[in-house]
């Protein structure tokens, strides 16, 4: 089992900033691979960023590509999601997740057996 709670969403206007935390507890080293998913009210789930287990091999969703960057803390078991740029489109409740799979793998929401809360993000214009 893995354990996974997120922090640090809110609301902020458009063009600001803001970073989203997620702790790792339990069973990591059974699924390496972490990345953060957003689902809006009324769609799906979404890939938004994933990162191997060694901080390497990121992954970005075309939408936040030079917006947002996933970096991971091994030594503290966390890994961070730093949001610049928003949008009002980000407005989502934002969700950590932790697999086994790793590389483009990472970026399937059905390759994910731990999830975390969410913690929601409102983007105002």
């Known amino acids: 089992q893995v354990q996974l709670v997120e922090s640090g969403g809110g609301l902020v206007q458009s063009g600001g900033s803001l970073r989203l935390s997620c702790v790792a507890s339990?069973?990591?080293?059974?699924?390496?691979?972490l990345g953060w998913f957003r689902q809006a009210p009324g769609k799906e789930r979404e890939f938004v960023a994933s990162i191997g287990p060694n901080g390497g091999n990121t992954y970005y969703a075309d939408s936040v590509k030079g917006r947002f960057t996933i970096s991971r803390d091994n030594a503290k078991n966390t890994v961070s999601l730093q949001m610049s740029s928003l949008k009002p489109e980000d407005t989502a409740v934002y969700y950590c997740a932790a697999s086994s799979q790793y590389g483009v793998a990472g970026m399937q929401v059905d390759r994910y057996g731990y999830w975390g809360q969410g913690t929601q993000v409102t983007v105002s214009s």
């Open positions: 339990g069973r990591t080293y059974s699924s390496p691979t």
